[in-house]
């Protein structure tokens, strides 16, 4: 069985993170694939648990929510970069029921996969540092960007509530 699902990305993140500020991100329901910079797509697969499915959905969001999605190829000039927004067509899952392959055997499941179009601004204004905002980011993420060239300078443990650390994006040397 195959079937399809769509949400609006605003919903979902005030659903999930009800106190996080996305003022950065606006939702066009008929963004045409033209008008896209890039696409965000994450893929899952498991017995159905819909813990999993939501979870997938979250780390494909994450990125635009903490404003660090930008599209490969064009990253900002972090050194005179003051903000970034985005404009995000609708999420659409696609799910597949049937067998799943998994460590342990072949069980029924399903694989899915969602995936929506993105748009990115950058905005430059020297008064402004660019800030970005980690809401529920393991730590282990933060490691793309140490390992990036970009240093990370942690401002304050409660800039929002509901957003555990704010982070100024500096280039190193």
Known sequence: MFEKITYNPIELIERWWPD???SHITYDPNMKDGERDYSIVRESG????L???????????LPI?????YEIGREPDWEKAS????????VRRAVVHGMVKMKAGTYPGLKERVRFPVACE???DKRK???????????AELAFYKGSGLALD????????GIENVYYVQQEG
């Open 20 to 22: 996080a500020d996305h």
């Open 129 to 139: 540092p660019l800030i970005i905002y980690q809401a529920n980011l393991p730590v």
């Open 83 to 90: 903000g970034i927004s985005y404009r995000v067509g609708t």
């Open 154 to 161: 942690q401002i304050s443990n409660t800039p929002n509530p």
């Open 122 to 124: 950058y905005h430059y």
């Open 51 to 61: 813990l999993f499915s939501w979870m997938m959905m979250q780390d494909a969001l």
């Open 65 to 69: 929510l903490n404003k660090t999605s």
């Open 46 to 49: 498991g017995d159905g648990t």
